[in-house]
């Protein structure tokens, strides 16, 4: 006989037939959760093959075709050298991304953009799966996640290779899994939660905001699965492992990777001109005081942090990135809608509840004492979690709707709700192909290929030095690393106002920079290749 674990049904009262509403969704009776966890029907399944479908097909050809600027160059030159990126170090990330760099004969800087881009569309198929588990129409969770897939913020993450796709795509893993779990009581859910929670958490610590809301997902939903206290401790036991496990390997990677022959190394590149940190040859104590600057991020420590004036004013930018537009009214009547739909999933399944809400208020706390303006302050979490419970809310008024107006049985309204749903799909595939190009932060704004093609580093004379801020940096290492065998090329990684301190010091050689600073009198300058080369010799003494 099975137990409780293979055999959902056996004392659960949630596992009862559940009855149908309008839309071919699930409606719980009160006090009761959804039907613990159906198979996916074909009608499912044809909605996330349409998503997925028209997803990629909006998406592959705005991508860029190699090496990035800024952080997503720095996230494809980790990978491609299974170095060390800019602080908390996102190892995970960098590990995955090197692994998938092995495929033969494939561009590393591309395979890793590829893979930030499959990432954040699992994200989006979550969502779609996660509002059919909360009794959403597949269609109408299609259309839902096709808005979705046209918000600004969630489109600008999905065109370049950035950290905040994966992030999502494992924060919504591991709050399905625990839903998962907390349906059927198979532990192997818990501890796939557990995992995909504790790889974001170690590779994106303001994720650390939602633990709390976490736990209490597992507590109001997992509970009934410990039948004693034995297996409650055990349970937790090998959960609080799992998590800890990725910043475990997260502390080992820093340690081992943080040496000067490795080829990419930020800590040893950042610590060149500020020299704030002892050198990782000095000793245990050195090492591990490099390692702690490094995952926790102390660089970026004076962002943390504000008056109420400031968090106040943080929020504004908030709303305004949730939805482009500075109507306040346009804005109160989405979230009373999606407030409404939180109130359903709370009523419906608690569990999901708390993990919808959790994400959105954990990223909200973390924007409003972040002192940084942009795509560093990820509001991805929030909108995918405000999709979810709008999709819930719409879905819930269409079955209010039928049972007000129908004096049939609502299921009666039913193909009329899942045609709705359909031509939603089909409306909102049709506006995403014609709009894609006319939104923002299109993915071949990253694109560094050209610049590189420009300066056209194989033929640079002989012992160049490139003087570079931080965006044009990784696709100048990545092409010495990886596209040149130009060792004689130095690339210089600072600040302006420490340039000409460092060109005096290099004075004897082929000296360039990529922007024309003020620093700098422009008689020593002249433009060359897309670049400024600046000759010393004329330098008064």
């Given at each position: ?90 190892t995970g990330y960098v590990t995955l991304g090197y692994l998938f760099t092995r495929i033969p004969g494939a561009d590393p800087a591309y395979v890793v953009t590829l893979a930030c881009l499959g990432a954040g569309l699992i994200a989006i198929l979550l969502a779609l799966l996660w509002q059919v588990r909360l009794g959403v129409n597949p269609w109408i969770a299609s259309a839902v996640c096709l808005a979705l897939l046209a918000h600004p913020e969630v489109w600008s993450n999905l065109l370049a290779p950035e950290v905040y796709a994966p992030s999502i795509a494992f924060l919504a893993a591991s709050g399905y ?365």
């Open positions: 006989m099975p137990g409780p674990a293979a055999d959902p049904s056996h004392g659960d009262p949630a596992a009862r037939t559940p009855r149908r509403n309008a839309h071919g969704g699930t409606v719980p009776s009160k006090g009761d959760a959804l039907a613990p966890w159906p198979r996916l029907d074909r009608q499912t399944w044809a909605a996330v093959a349409v998503t997925l479908l028209i997803s990629v097909a909006v998406t592959i050809s705005r991508i860029p075709p190699g090496i990035c600027i800024g952080d997503p160059g720095d996230l494809q030159l980790a990978s491609a050298t299974l170095g060390i990126m800019h602080p908390p170090g996102y899994m625990l839903v998962r779990y907390t349906r059927l009581g198979v532990r192997r859910d818990l501890f796939l939660a557990c995992a995909f929670y504790g790889l974001v958490l170690a590779n994106r610590p303001p994720v650390s905001f939602a633990f709390f809301f976490f736990v209490l997902a597992w507590w109001a939903g997992g509970r009934r699965w410990d039948s004693t206290w034995r297996r409650s401790a055990a349970n937790l036991s090998i959960a609080a492992a799992i998590i800890v496990a990725p910043t475990v390997y997260a502390f080992a990677f820093i340690w081992l990777r943080d040496r000067t022959d490795v080829a990419y190394n930020y800590i040893q590149q950042d610590n060149a001109f500020g020299k704030q940190l002892p050198e990782s040859s000095e000793g245990a104590e050195a090492k591990m005081k490099r390692v702690w600057w490094h995952m926790a991020a102390l660089q970026f420590r004076e962002y943390m942090g504000d008056t109420w004036h400031g968090i106040r004013a943080k929020l504004r930018w908030l709303w305004r990135q949730l939805l482009p537009g500075e109507l306040f009214v346009t804005f109160a009547a989405m979230m009373a809608v999606v407030v409404a739909g939180a109130v359903v999933v709370f009523w419906r399944c608690p569990p999901s509840g708390f993990l919808l809400c959790g994400f959105a208020l954990a990223a909200a706390v973390f924007v409003s004492i972040y002192r940084v303006h942009g795509q560093a302050a990820d509001v991805v979490p929030i909108v995918f979690a405000g999709y979810v419970l709008f999709g819930v809310a719409v879905s819930t008024g269409l079955d209010a709707a039928a049972r007000l107006f129908a004096r049939r049985p609502p299921n009666r309204l039913h193909p009329i709700a899942r045609w709705a749903g359909v031509t939603g799909t089909i409306l909102l595939a049709v506006w995403t192909f014609f709009d894609a190009d006319h939104r923002r932060h299109t993915g071949r704004g990253y694109d560094a290929l050209p610049f590189l093609a420009e300066l056209d580093i194989d033929t640079l004379p002989p012992n160049t030095a490139i003087f570079s801020i931080w965006p044009q940096s990784p696709p100048l290492w990545y092409a010495q690393l990886r596209r040149t065998d130009r060792t004689d090329v130095e690339v210089v990684n600072a600040t302006t106002d420490r340039w000409l301190e460092a060109m005096r010091e290099r004075r004897d050689r082929f000296l360039l920079t990529v922007t024309n600073p003020a620093e700098l009198d422009p008689r020593l300058l002249s433009q060359y290749r897309g670049v400024w080369r600046v000759d010393l010799s004329q330098e008064n003494p």
